[in-house]
T-cell receptor, first 113, second 114 residues
Framework: TQLLEQSPQFLSIQEGENLTVYCNSS?????LQWYRQEPGEGPVLLVT?????EVKKLKRLTFQFGDARKDSSLHITAAQPGDTGLYLC?????????????FGKGTLLTVNP | DAGVIQSPRHEVTEMGQEVTLRCKPI?????LFWYRQTMMRGLELLIY????????DSGMPEDRFSAKMPNASFSTLKIQPSEPRDSAVYFC????????????FGDGTRLSIL
C-alpha cells in the first residue's frame, strides 16, 4: 500500500509570511498532484508534476517534485488570507492504475490578516 | 460549465436506515469516482467507474455499500443498513480517462448517522 505523509498537519501564519509544506512517501509515483480544499467544498486541482526534479510555478505558489519521484513540496511566498485552506497531495501509481490516487491527509493552512 | 453535482448536500439519519447519495458527473467525462473523507483516514477511494462500468471497487468497505452507474450522467452510492461509523463526507469526482487528466470533485455530501 502506497502512503503519502504530509507535514505539517496544521500551519497558522501571518499574512505576508512564506511557508513550505511537504509530501513524503517511501513509494515512487508516476505523477503527483496538489489540490486545495476550502470548507464545504471539494478539492480543486492546483498542479500536476510528472518529471523527477520538476518545478512548476503558479503565481506565488511553487511546486517541486523530488528527483526520485517519492516526495514533493509546495512553497507559498507572501501568503494571503485567500490562501487559507486544506492542501492535499495525491500520488498516481502509474500504468493502468493511474486513476487510483493515493491522497495524503493534508496540511490545514490558516493565513491571518 | 456545470461542475460535478452531488445531492443531497447534507443528510442526517438514524442507524439502520438506507442512505442514497447521488452524483451527476461533468458532461463528456467517462470516468467517475466515489470517495469518502474523514479526519482519521483522509480521502479514500471507494469505487471507480469507466464508461459506466465498475472497474475497481476494492475500496468499498463492506457489503452494506453499493454503487451503480446506470448511464453516463448519473451515479448512486447506497448504504444499507447505515451505521454511525459511516458518518463522513462523501465526494464524487469525474475525469476524462486519458493520461494524467485531473479529477473534478463535487462539493460533497456530509452524512451523519445517529
Amino acid at each position: 500500500t502506497q502512503l503519502l505523509e504530509q507535514s505539517p498537519q496544521f500551519l497558522s501564519i501571518q499574512e505576508g509570511e512564506n511557508l513550505t509544506v511537504y509530501c513524503n512517501s517511501s513509494s515512487v509515483f508516476s505523477s503527483l498532484q496538489w489540490y486545495r480544499q476550502e470548507p464545504g467544498e471539494g478539492p480543486v486541482l492546483l498542479v500536476t508534476v510528472v518529471t523527477g526534479g520538476e518545478v512548476k510555478k503558479l503565481k506565488r505558489l511553487t511546486f517541486q517534485f523530488g528527483d526520485a519521484r517519492k516526495d514533493s513540496s509546495l512553497h507559498i511566498t507572501a501568503a494571503q488570507p485567500g490562501d487559507t485552506g486544506l492542501y492535499l497531495c495525491a500520488g498516481a501509481p502509474g500504468g493502468g492504475s493511474n486513476y487510483k490516487l493515493t491522497f495524503g491527509k493534508g496540511t490545514l493552512l490558516t493565513v491571518n490578516p | 460549465d456545470a461542475g460535478v453535482i452531488q445531492s443531497p448536500r447534507h443528510e442526517v439519519t438514524e442507524m439502520g436506515q438506507e442512505v442514497t447519495l447521488r452524483c451527476k458527473p461533468i458532461s463528456g467525462h467517462n470516468s467517475l469516482f466515489w470517495y469518502r473523507q474523514t479526519m482519521m483516514r483522509g480521502l479514500e477511494l471507494l469505487i471507480y467507474f469507466n464508461n459506466n462500468v465498475p472497474i475497481d471497487d476494492s475500496g468499498m468497505p463492506e457489503d452494506r455499500f453499493s454503487a451503480k452507474m446506470p448511464n453516463a450522467s448519473f451515479s448512486t452510492l447506497k448504504i444499507q443498513p447505515s451505521e454511525p461509523r459511516d458518518s463522513a463526507v462523501y465526494f464524487c469526482a469525474s475525469s476524462k480517462m486519458t493520461g494524467n487528466q485531473p479529477q473534478h470533485f463535487g462539493d460533497g455530501t456530509r452524512l451523519s448517522i445517529l
